[in-house]
């Protein structure tokens, strides 16, 4: 990728032209992994080998936690990390990811809600 400065030097062909590759790029593997893990250290989240977790993301196929299989688009994982730390812990389904965190968050309520029942 050009500097600002030298980007600030180029045509409008030649920013169409970079930009045509980049796309391209994004669409490769490689450009795939490097913008979801892109993502998930956008959203705060820490782990020791960011490409092992990718792996793990592309060949999970059900939840870590109650099992439910996932849609072939991959669109229903979630990336379970902590919000405190950043610690990345398991591919979840949305349901399980957002249960965790109302546990995070008020687990006293959580264990009322549990004794109600
Ligand atoms: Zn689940």
């Given at each position: 990728?050009?500097?600002?400065?030298?980007?600030?030097?180029?045509?409008?062909?030649?920013?169409?032209?970079?930009?045509?590759?980049?796309?391209?790029?994004?669409?490769?593997?490689?450009?795939?992994?490097?913008?979801?893990?892109?993502?998930?250290?956008?959203?705060?989240?820490?782990?020791?080998?960011?490409?092992?977790?990718?792996?793990?993301?592309?060949?999970?196929?059900?939840?870590?936690?109650c099992?439910?299989?996932?849609?072939?688009?991959?669109?229903d994982?979630?990336?379970?990390?902590c919000?405190?730390?950043?610690?990345?812990?398991?591919?979840?389904?949305?349901?399980?990811?957002?249960?965790?965190?109302?546990?995070?968050?008020?687990?006293?309520?959580?264990?009322?809600?549990?004794?109600?029942?």
């Amino acid at each position: 990728m050009p500097t600002k400065e030298a980007r600030a030097k180029m045509t409008p062909e030649q920013k169409a032209e970079i930009s045509r590759k980049d796309k391209l790029y994004q669409k490769t593997p490689k450009g795939k992994m490097v913008r979801t893990i892109s993502s998930w250290k956008g959203r705060g989240m820490i782990c020791d080998d960011y490409e092992s977790v990718y792996q793990r993301y592309l060949t999970s196929t059900n939840c870590e936690c109650c099992g439910k299989e996932y849609n072939k688009n991959q669109m229903d994982k979630h990336m379970d990390h902590c919000h405190k730390t950043g610690k990345f812990r398991n591919i979840l389904c949305r349901n399980c990811n957002q249960l965790r965190g109302h546990i995070d968050k008020d687990y006293k309520l959580i264990m009322k809600l549990i004794t109600m029942c």
